[in-house]
């Protein structure tokens, strides 16, 4: 199947992370839509991606993190581009550092497994039935490696929620063994940003997009784990690995 016969869904893709991914993919000659909350989101994305690629790119206004607003946004999609065929999920958010345990609240918590968990988890039930039995489609899941560390003083609420994210894609490895459907997770243990907030170490958002997009492309393993701690994995570990 060629790229532009294909259609990948890029959950979180009004993001920092989903963005870059999403540009990438619409310049190696996918189609791809994007769902979220926040119209203005949805512009912003418009403007980042290559003017020649735009009439690929179907936004859908919605939330995935519920369980009856990605059941809508599923059929509104649909009924937008007709199929999916392949899904990177990219949901969350990019920083949080609101103060050590004792300090925080259990509504706090709760935001935190919200944005983490509750939603890679509701999409992942609502969007796996329309690739799971097709072996040239695609499920990746974008996670950080805050899951596994506290990264700095008073980011511990980020280390369970990113655990957690980490959890739920060994699960699903271990559960789905077998299906056909290529499922494939990306461990990024460094920061994310956009070109006019790049910090030392950090990736770039378009370099981590090409590499993703890469992977979704070749579509050579299943039951992975690619693990990128800088710059330098993003060729490594994402792309030679896969040739
Ligand atoms: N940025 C980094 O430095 C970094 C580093 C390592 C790993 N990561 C991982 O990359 C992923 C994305 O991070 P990001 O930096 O791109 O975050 P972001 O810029 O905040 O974007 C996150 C996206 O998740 C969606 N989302 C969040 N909560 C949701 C909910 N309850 N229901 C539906 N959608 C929800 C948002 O959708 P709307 O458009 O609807 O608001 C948004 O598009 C996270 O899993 C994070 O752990 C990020």
Not at 36 to 46: A, F, K
Request: proline letters at 4%; glycine letters at 10%.
């Amino acid at each position: 199947m060629a790229n532009s016969d294909r259609v990948v869904l890029v959950l979180g893709g009004a993001g920092t992370v989903g963005s870059g991914i999403v540009k990438a993919l619409l310049d190696k000659g996918f189609k791809v839509a994007v769902i979220s909350r926040d119209d203005g989101r949805l512009e912003r994305l418009r403007s980042l991606v290559s003017p020649t690629t735009q009439d690929n790119l179907t936004t859908v206004v919605g939330n995935v993190g519920s369980e009856d607003g990605a059941a809508e946004a599923k059929e509104a999609l649909l009924r937008a581009v007709g199929k999916v065929t392949d899904v990177v999920s990219s949901l969350g958010f990019s920083w949080w550092q609101e103060g050590p345990p004792h300090t925080q609240t259990l509504k706090d918590l709760h935001w935190v497994m919200e944005t983490l968990l509750f939603s890679t988890f509701v999409s992942w039930k609502v969007f796996f039935p329309l690739v799971r039995d097709d072996c040239s489609c695609t499920y990746t899941f974008i996670t950080g490696g805050a899951g596994e560390k506290l990264l700095m003083p008073g980011t511990g609420f980020l280390t369970i929620g990113a655990a957690s994210a980490l959890a739920f894609c060994q699960v699903l490895r271990e559960e789905y063994p077998e299906v056909p459907c290529k499922l494939n997770q990306v461990k990024i243990n460094t920061g994310v940003a956009t070109p006019d907030r790049m910090r030392p170490g950090y990736l770039d958002h378009l370099d981590l997009g090409e590499a993703v997009a890469a992977l979704v492309e070749r579509r050579s393993s299943s039951h992975s784990v690619f693990t990128v701690n800088c710059p330098a994995d993003l060729k490594t570990a994402l792309l030679e690995r896969n040739l």
